[in-house]
Nanobody, 117 residues
């Protein structure tokens, strides 16, 4: 059974930092592309950042220079370091694991990040 468990969300003031973690189980973590998505109230879910099995990263323009995605294959965990947070970063953040075939697409339940102004 595949599980992705996010942690690290919470309430932070604008300009502050948070680090999200996503612990994966039930998959061969090292071969998966891992991603962080977010969904704000009334908006569609959007990609925040992703990291391939080879370590290549991709970021949404809105978070470039502020967020950093990383992975620890030994711990089957992906991280999202979020600095200089803004109120518009407020959302539920979801972890995603995408494998080599279309059926290998898994989601966590999300963690809420709230940034106050």
């Amino acid at each position: 059974q595949v599980q992705l468990v996010e942690s690290g969300g919470g309430l932070v003031q604008a300009g502050g930092s948070l680090r999200l973690s996503c612990a994966a189980s039930g998959i061969i973590f090292s071969v998966y592309t891992m991603g962080w998505y977010r969904q704000a109230p009334g908006k569609q879910r959007e990609l925040v950042a992703s990291i391939t099995r080879g370590g290549s990263t991709n970021y949404a323009d809105s978070v470039k220079g502020r967020f950093t995605i990383s992975r620890d294959n030994a711990k089957s965990t992906v991280y999202l370091q979020m600095n200089n947070l803004k109120p518009e970063d407020t959302a539920v953040y979801y972890c995603n694991a995408r494998g080599l075939i279309v059926q290998q697409d898994y989601w966590g339940k999300g963690t809420l990040v709230t940034v106050s102004s």
